[in-house]
Each structure stands twice: as C-alpha cells, then as structure tokens.
C-alpha cells in the first residue's frame, strides 16, 4: 500500500497545505462576515492537519497522525466556543458584520 | 605596649552607663519636656551628667596608669574583611578627657539653670546640652576612629544648635551656618585621614593602628598623608588658623554654650584625636612641624587680635583659639602630656572667664560692650573675684594652674627652638596683657553706662555663682594635678598618661632634658612678664583710665587689629562669593538647561511614544487580526535568523 501513495510526490502536498492555509489567512483577513472568518479558521487548522497526515505517512511514522487528533479536538472545542459567541453578539447587535465591533478603543 | 585590661562587671556597667545617662536625659527633656515643668528639665539635665561624672570617679579610682577597659557593645559593619565593632575604650587619657567634660559640664548645666531662667528654650537648651554631653563622650571614648568620628560630627551638630538656639536672629543663624560648614571642611580632611586608615591598614580600631603604625616608613608619604588630613580635622574642629574665624561669630550663642563648647571641650577634640594617634603622628615629623608652626602662629595672631576687641566675648574667643594654638605647639614637639595638662587647666579657668562674662552680662540685662561696663567689682564682688583669679591663672602668674602648665609647654618648646619659645612667650604676654584690659575695663574704675541701668546691677543666684566658686578653686589649685619635677613632686599627670603617650616616647627625636637651672630661669622669666604685662595693663587702664576709643577714630595699624585683619572680609571676598556665583551659574546652566531637559525628555519622549502606540488601538478587529498575522510571520522570520 505504501507503494501507491509514495507516487504522489510529498512537495505536492505541502505546497497544497500552504495554498490552503493562505487562503485561509487571506479570508481571516479580507471578509467582513464572522462567520466566514471562522469557517477560514477552520480551513488553516485542516491544512496544517493534512500537513502532519502526510508527512506522518511519508516517514512511516505515526506521531502525526497523533497530533492531527489533538488538533481536532481543539478546533471543535473552539468552534463551539466560537460560534455561541457570535450567536451572542448577533442577538445583541443583530448583525455578523464585524466592522461593527470597533468600540475597545482608545 | 599593651595596656593592661580589666574586665570586671562592675566597672563595665558603669563604663556603659556614662555616655548613656547624657543619652536618657537627651531623650526625656526632648520628648516629654513639652510635659514637664521647668523646674524639673533643668534638674534632669544636670543630674545625668552628675550621674556620668560620679561613675567616671568610681572608675577612676580602681583604674591604674597601665589599666583599660574595653567595652565591645556589638558588631556593627560586617562586610568581607572589614569589621568594625561599635566599642569604648577607657584608658588614663580617656578619664582625664571624661572628668573635665562632665565635671565642668556638670557645673555649666547646674549655671544655666540660672542663667537660662527665663528663656522659653529652657527645656530645648537642656535637651541639646545633654545630647553634645553624649556626643562627646561617644568621641573621647570611641575605641576606633568611625565611633571618634561619630562622636565629632555630632559635636559639630549640637554646636549648630546650640549657636544658632535663639533662632529667630538671622545673625545667629548666620554664624550657626558658619560654624558648622567651617566644621564640615575640616570634617573632610578628617574623612580622608579615615579612609586612607582604612585603605592601608584594613582596620580603624585604634589600637591596632598603634600596634602597625611603628612598620611604617618614618615620615613615608602614607603616614605624612593620613596624619596631614587628620589635623585638618583638628583645624576645624579647634579653629586654628585657617579655620579658626567660625569661634569669635559663635559668641552669637548664649554664654553657657560658648562656656562649655567653645573653651572646655569641643574644641578640645583635636587636641585629644592628635594624642590618642601619638604614634602615627610621632611617624610624621614633617606633620608635627606643621602643627608646631600652625599652632604657634595662631597663638600669636589671635593673640593680637585680642588686643583691640570690644566685646568681652570676643576677647574670650580670640583668647581660646589662641590658646589652643599653645596647645597645638606642645603636640607639635611631642610634649603631649603638657598638651593635655594644659587642656585641663585650661577648661578650668576658661569655662570660669566665660561663665563669669555670663554672669556680668545677667547683672547687665544684655550689655556685652565693655566701653560700657566699669567698676563693677562693687556691685558684683563674687563675680569679680572669680573672674580676677582666672584671669591671674590664664595670664600665668606665679603658682596658679595656668602657670604651671603653660610653663611646661614653654619648657617643652624651648628644648626644641629658641625662636619658638620667643614668640610663644611674647604670646603669654600679650595674653596677660589683653586679659587684664579686659579686667581693668570691666571691673575697675567707675561705671560708663547709663544710670538707669546701674540701678538693676545685681549679682547672680546660688546657682550661678556657686560654679563659678568651684572652677575658681581649681583654676587656683589645678597646678596640683602636674608639678614638675623641679619641685621634687610627683608629676602625677605624666605619670598616669605615661602608658598612652609611651608608645610614641620611643619614636620621638630625644632632646637632652633641661637642666633644673634653666628650667627655673624658664618659669622666672615668664612668671616676671607676665607680672610686668599686668602692671602695665593697670598702668595704661586704671592709673591712666585710657578707654578704647570709638570705632570711627582708629586708623593704620590699630584698625587693621580691630577689624581682626579683615580675615573674615577675604574670605567672604575670595571663597564665599565665588562659590555662591558658581552655585549660581551651575544651577542656571547645569541644572536648568541640562539636568532639567534631560529629565524633561524622557518624560516627553515616553508622552509621544505613548499618544504614538495609542494609535494601534483603533478597535477595529480586522486590524488586530491583521497585527496578530503580521506578529507571527515576524516571529516566524526571526526564528529562521537566529
């Protein structure tokens, strides 16, 4: 089996895990929507985890695949805590635009 | 030489006890004194250095010539090789030191309480005459020179105090400032000295200095250095010139504190620092010359000066520095012992010159000019007869104290130079000379002042005029402590310093003894001038009733003396001046234009940094984001650098 997946050059995936993750960055950045910066945070935390699978399978060592659970786990439990956040500041600004929240100034 | 200690606890608690007593009387009249009535201040004041002066006799009698006592309290500076001990040393020339100060301060404190009756600082006065008592017990019984040094600066301190007491007189807060900043230029000196003590010998106990100093190069530049910056200390602290011009302003204070700090014992303190480090000093023969000459000169000039002042103070004052510089002339030649016994006498019959002065000024209500004053013996007889005798002991006539231990000074210099035993001589003479204008135009004759206040002349209370009794007596009979040898006596007082003052003996240039004959010759000729100075004196203020004239007739000669040289006049031109323009000039342009603008600046530069930063805070979230991505990718690049 190892045979087959060693066809696939590994700069292959780790220049897709880097387009993904400036996308990702690119869309934490430009997006007005919180929901979508939070799906873009998502997309990072799925690229570095794709990153660590592959390399994992590449060295044939299973330390990666390890670590991509941990990530998991971390990126629902922020998700969640996101989300209800947003749920919250919707219900009170009744808008996801975060333009609006500029008032922790000066 | 070791000297031999004794370590009983009986003696011991009353060692501690002598400076201490001064100590809780400072602190009971200065706290609760507010709370107590005046009576009792002045009383408390007096009893605790009664107190100090009963246990210094009781050491004194069980304390032989070769014994000390050393009294280590507690380790005070630990640090690496250095340790200092916060310790008291009593040895032969410790209790001498310890009987005059609290004998004769035991006896001005119980005349202050007549004379400072009715003065609303009455319990202030006590509460700074206790705590210079304290001082200056911590001084003459510190075993190393840090607790000496103590004991010096506070002198200095009560001297301010004590000067400046009636502080609502600008003048006198003037001649305060004077005194203690003059005290503060010699205080330096005296520093250096210490530090160079330390520096070399890695220790300041005094004791073993003596012990290390004997190792030393003979007049080496290490010994000259120390011993020169330690007697700039003694220049201060007993005005000796250049430093003397501080002693006639500080007659700005009430008369007990001129009595007791300026005759009897703070300015004695250089005289004890020089003896107690006879050894280093009789290391340095250059500095002994130096000390001889300044001592001699001073004498004289100040000598002069007595001449031709008017204010019977100042004559005092002029009369002290000039016999401090007879004193500094017998430590010069290594006659220290007839220092000290000259020390002795000298506190004696000077605290009586100016308690006497005190009291006329009491019959007087103020006036201290004696153009104004005459014939007074009448109406202050015990006054007059005290002040008489002291004057006859200072002017050294035949068989009273001053005779004796001035004529040991003379002896002691003669054996080392002719021309110095002239001009200490003419000296004497002089000092006969003006102490008996003094006399002359205070007590004799008739009355100059006005009727009105000839009516109020009374003489003083009990507690004034029994003081003046005591000294008197051992003004007359203080000779008693160190007849010399021609009269086949004992000469006690070389005798119990010998231990103190051996250590040195062996390093001093051996002079042939006197013989007896010229010793006799000696004490002739000076006892016969100065009976000649004072029937001179009479002749020109009583037979020939000569006044002194008003300021505005003298010229030449008479007003350069009456105008003390213009000493005070050069210095105010040549050194305070320039260093107030100088604090001037430095505080415009130093401390204005760059101290100020560089404190300034950092401030400013922190308030521009800060409305600068305060900018990133611009609340919106995408900016943060942005900061966030823009700090890793920077933290990222720095880590590849690295």
Excluded at chain 1, 67 to 84: D, N, P, T, Y
Aim: charged share 10%; proline share 3%.
């Amino acid at each position: 089996m190892t045979q087959s997946i060693t066809e696939v050059p590994l700069n292959w995936y780790i220049l897709l895990s880097t387009f993904l993750f400036c996308i990702g960055i690119m869309g934490v950045l430009f997006r007005r929507n919180a929901i979508i910066i939070l799906m873009c945070i998502e997309l990072m935390l799925n690229s570095v985890n794709l990153l660590l699978v592959s390399f994992s399978s590449y060295k044939g060592n299973s330390d990666g695949q390890v670590f991509v659970f941990f990530i998991m786990v971390v990126a629902a439990a922020e998700v969640a805590v996101g989300l209800a956040l947003l749920m919250s500041i919707y219900r009170n600004i009744g808008s996801t635009d975060i333009d609006v929240l500029n008032k922790l100034k000066w | 030489m070791t000297a031999n200690l004794i370590n009983t606890p009986g003696l011991n608690y009353l060692g501690l006890l002598i400076p201490i007593l001064p100590l809780i009387g400072f602190l009971v009249n200065g706290l609760l004194g507010k709370f107590l009535p005046k009576g009792i201040t002045g009383w408390i004041g007096s009893l605790t250095v009664l107190g100090s002066f009963i246990c210094t006799l009781l050491i004194f009698q069980k304390l032989g010539a070769g014994d000390a006592i050393r009294l280590d309290l507690f380790h005070w500076i630990s640090f690496g090789n250095l340790d200092i001990s916060f310790g008291l040393w009593i040895d032969p020339l410790t209790i001498i030191m310890l009987l005059v100060v609290t004998g004769v301060g035991f006896l001005i404190h119980l005349y202050s309480i007549g004379y400072m009756h009715d003065d609303e600082g009455f319990t202030r006065f006590f509460s700074y005459l206790n705590l210079f008592i304290f001082f200056m017990l911590l001084l003459v019984m510190g075993s190393n020179y840090l607790i000496m040094f103590i004991g010096w600066e506070g002198v200095g301190l009560c001297s301010y105090l004590l000067i400046g007491f009636w502080f609502k007189n600008d003048a006198y807060n003037d001649a305060a400032q004077k005194a203690f900043v003059m005290n503060r230029i010699g205080d330096l000196g005296f520093l250096l000295g210490i530090f160079f003590l330390l520096f070399n010998f890695g220790t300041l106990d005094i004791k073993a200095i003596e012990a290390i100093a004997p190792g030393l190069t003979m007049n080496g530049s290490l010994v000259v250095a120390i011993t020169l910056f330690l007697f700039i200390g003694a220049i201060g602290k007993s005005a000796q010139i250049p430093l003397y011009t501080w002693l006639p302003d500080a007659m700005a204070g009430p008369t007990p504190v001129s009595a007791l700090i300026h005759a009897a014992t703070m300015v004695t303190a250089g005289i004890y620092m020089v003896v107690r480090s006879n050894v280093l000093f009789a290391m340095a023969p250059f500095t002994m010359t130096v000390i001889l000459w300044i001592g001699v000169v001073t004498s004289v000039f100040a000598a002069v000066i007595g001449l031709k002042q008017n204010d019977i103070k100042k004559v005092l004052a002029y009369s002290t520095v000039s016999q401090l510089g007879l004193m500094f002339a017998a430590l010069g030649v290594g006659a220290f012992s007839s220092g000290i016994f000259h020390l002795v006498t000298h506190a004696f019959f000077k605290a009586l010159l100016f308690l006497g002065a005190g009291s006329v000024i009491h019959a007087l209500h103020g006036e201290q000019d004696i153009r104004k004053m005459g014939g007074l013996r009448k109406f202050i007889p015990i006054t007059y007869a005290t002040f008489l005798l002291a004057a006859l002991a200072i002017s050294g006539f035949p068989l009273l104290s001053g005779f004796f231990s001035k004529d040991e000074i003379l002896a002691s210099d003669f054996e080392h130079g002719k021309i110095i035993w002239v001009i200490l001589s003419l000296s004497s003479l002089l000092t006969a000379f003006y102490m008996f204008r003094l006399v002359y135009l205070t007590f004799f004759n008739t009355y100059r002042g006005s009727e009105e206040s000839r009516h109020h002349i009374h003489e003083s209370p009990w507690t004034m005029s029994v003081p003046l009794i005591i000294l008197c007596v051992f003004s007359v009979l203080g000779g008693l402590l160190n007849l010399p040898d021609l009269v086949r006596s004992n000469h006690w007082m070389a005798h119990y310093l010998s231990a103190v003052t051996a250590p040195s003996a062996t390093l001093l240039r051996e002079h042939e003894p006197l013989s007896h004959g010229m010793e006799a010759l000696l004490m002739s000729i000076a006892g016969a001038g100065a009976i000649v100075a004072i029937l001179y004196a009479r002749y020109i203020y009583v037979t020939r009733k000569t006044l002194p004239e008003e300021d505005a007739a003298l010229h030449g000669f008479p007003k350069l003396v009456s105008n003390k040289f213009y000493v005070d006049e050069l210095y105010e031109k040549f050194i305070t001046r320039p260093v107030f323009k100088l604090s001037e000039w430095w505080g415009h342009f130093v401390d204005k234009l760059v101290i100020d603008r560089a404190v300034n600046g950092v401030a400013k530069s922190l308030e521009v940094s800060g409305k600068t930063l305060r900018l990133f805070q611009n609340g919106h979230t995408g900016f943060y984001v942005f900061a966030m991505v823009i700090g890793m990718v920077v933290f990222f690049i720095i880590r590849l650098l690295i």
